[in-house]
T-cell receptor, first 110, second 113 residues
């Protein structure tokens, strides 16, 4: 049973575009929703995270939008750059290890 | 700053062989994890250790064993490797279990032929 569903699987945008990656979760006990970024040959690294007491969080060009009633959250990347090309994973947890989505491979073309 | 260190980085095994993947962290974290990453499947938890002296199964534990050797080290053992265990394995650590940032190693790419 997949607890965190992520879409799309892959995404191609032009430089300066705003890619949006969506995730949906099932377990209402989840209270921590991070996004991880992974470059080829590297381990995932935390990009930004949100807790359900806020509906939006911004860090630089990266924004998480959170909809508790819909059990959904999304990552927006403003003014995307070729250096943002990577695989992005959403995740969720409570008092438990992180459960990850299946990942989105983002390509930003110049 | 080393963070989470995994060895080896690459390994090729024959079906039926055994091996141990090593992981060490220098951040004094209590919790450690082993995930596997397969194309289109994301990161799936194999085993984790919430604290020194404890281990628990994750989503895909079959065919694996783990040992929390001390607070720094958490090893993953394949007793009899199978082609289905071909994957990239990541070790991670965090200061607690859940609700907190996890730091990942660089991964071990394992091929079972």
């Amino acid at each position: 049973q997949q607890q965190v569903k992520q879409s799309p699987q892959s995404l191609i945008v032009q430089k300066g575009g705003i890619p949006i990656i969506n995730c949906a979760y099932e377990n209402t006990a989840f209270d921590y929703f991070p996004w991880y970024q992974q470059f080829p040959g590297k381990g995932p690294a935390l990009l930004i995270a949100i807790r359900p007491d806020v509906s939006e969080k911004k860090e630089g060009r990266f924004t998480i939008s959170f909809n508790k009633s819909a059990k959904q959250f999304s990552l927006h990347i403003m003014d995307s750059q070729p250096g943002d090309s990577a695989t992005y994973f959403c995740a969720a947890s409570s008092f438990s290890p992180l459960v990850f989505g299946k990942g989105t491979r983002l390509s930003v073309i110049a | 700053n080393a963070g989470v260190t995994q060895t080896p980085k690459f390994q090729v095994l024959k079906t039926g062989q055994s091996m141990t993947l090593q992981c060490a962290q220098d951040m004094n974290h209590n919790s450690m994890y082993w995930y596997r990453q397969d194309p289109g499947m994301g990161l799936r938890l194999i085993y984790y250790s919430a604290s020194e002296g404890t281990t628990d199964k994750g989503e895909v534990p079959n065919g694996y064993n783990v040992s929390r050797l001390n607070k720094r080290e958490f090893s993953l053992r394949l007793e009899s490797a199978a082609p289905s265990q071909t994957s990239v394995y990541f070790c991670a650590s965090s200061d607690g279990t859940g609700g907190i940032e996890a730091f990942f190693g660089q991964g071990t790419r394992l091929t079972v032929v």
